[in-house]
């Protein structure tokens, strides 16, 4: 089972970008997939997740309405795509994934991770 996550870059303050996470070896149905950052010397922060079933989602309150997460079950693909990117975004962005149905934000409850992809804003 591999997770392969793209996507990363340099971008300006109000910028944009779109991380992929392509799934491989299995297929996800029924699990949870999350985006996960984190920036140097912070601990490992939850972003997003999202349901590939039913495609329920959940974000934290800092990317409300400017990320949005997305699936795409042919091709076996999540999506983040940032919007109105702040400095404060920097960090390495990791996808992941879990059958956890309940505490999509805890990253101990993910059983399988992709290598992450940076993100660098510049003021």
């Known amino acids: 089972v591999q997770l392969q996550a793209s996507g990363g870059g340099l971008v300006q303050a109000g910028g944009s970008l779109r991380l992929s996470c392509a799934a491989s070896?299995?297929?996800?149905?029924?699990?949870?997939m999350g985006w996960f950052r984190q920036a140097p010397g912070k601990e490992r922060e939850f972003v997003s997740a999202?349901?590939?079933?039913?495609?329920?989602?959940l974000y934290v309150n800092s990317v409300k309405g400017r990320f949005t997460i997305s699936r795409d079950n042919a091709e076996n693909t999540v999506y983040l795509q940032m919007n109105s990117l702040k400095p404060e975004d920097t960090a390495v962005y990791y996808c992941a994934a879990t059958r956890w149905t309940s505490a999509w934000g805890n990253p101990g409850n993910y059983n399988y991770w992709g290598q992450g992809t940076q993100v660098t804003v510049s003021s």
């Open positions: 999202i349901a590939w079933n039913t495609g329920s989602t």
């Open positions: 070896g299995r297929t996800f149905s029924g699990y949870v």
